[in-house]
């Protein structure tokens, strides 16, 4: 099985080769847009900061490519908000995959960003499977997707929000699969095998 995990300026993408490595799979890091199209499937990990990654994608032709993909794609936290239509973090229009609008966690009551674990509630996806409703996963965001029709799980952090979306064959976890220990190793296996 051929998994590409996308290379652009954001980071994480080492720990999420070493979570495929730790499942028997070996991730290629590519740009290139030949190898992403001809991937079984692709990951779009992220930590980092929505308009920079925006315009490093757009500059390279990435943007097209990866809405055009028609195999499981999975973006990881930033890569899940990019793709979405809109980010209020550098107040950036982002891929519009996922109809929906990331925003800010409010200043005020909630330590911002979240850091740590947190649980999952709602899951209905096949990236599930095996799980127990309240399942803890690691979460590092200041900025979250509203509770959506595209949700298919939810968390609590002073409001409920989305913390999985899918559409299609495109799915978006707000969490870290990598770095959430085995319940986060089982959302990524369930993922390569779709």
Not at 123 to 151: C, I, K, W
């Amino acid at each position: 099985m051929k998994i590409v995990v996308l290379r652009y300026n954001a980071g994480n993408i080492q720990s999420v080769c070493f979570a495929l490595q730790r499942l028997g799979y070996e991730g290629i890091v590519s740009d290139d847009h030949q190898v992403i199209q001809s991937a079984d499937k692709v990951i779009f990990p992220g930590v980092g900061e929505a308009s920079g990654a925006m315009a490093y994608l757009k500059a390279r032709g990435l943007d097209k490519v990866i809405t055009q993909l028609q195999q499981p794609v999975l973006g990881i936290c930033l890569g899940m908000q990019l793709l979405c239509h809109y980010s209020e973090e550098g107040n950036t229009p982002c891929l519009g995959v996922f109809d929906a609008k990331v925003e800010r966690f409010p200043a005020g009551t909630l330590k911002v960003p979240q850091v740590g674990w947190n649980t999952l509630f709602g899951m209905r996806s096949e990236l599930f499977s095996g799980l127990n409703e309240a399942t803890y996963q690691y979460f590092v965001h200041g900025y979250y997707v509203p509770d959506t029709p595209l949700a298919v799980a939810k968390t609590n952090y002073g409001r409920t929000y989305s913390s999985a979306l899918q559409h299609n064959n495109f799915y978006g976890v707000q969490f870290h699969p990598e770095k959430s220990g085995k319940a986060g190793e089982v959302i990524l296996n369930n993922f390569l095998k779709l």
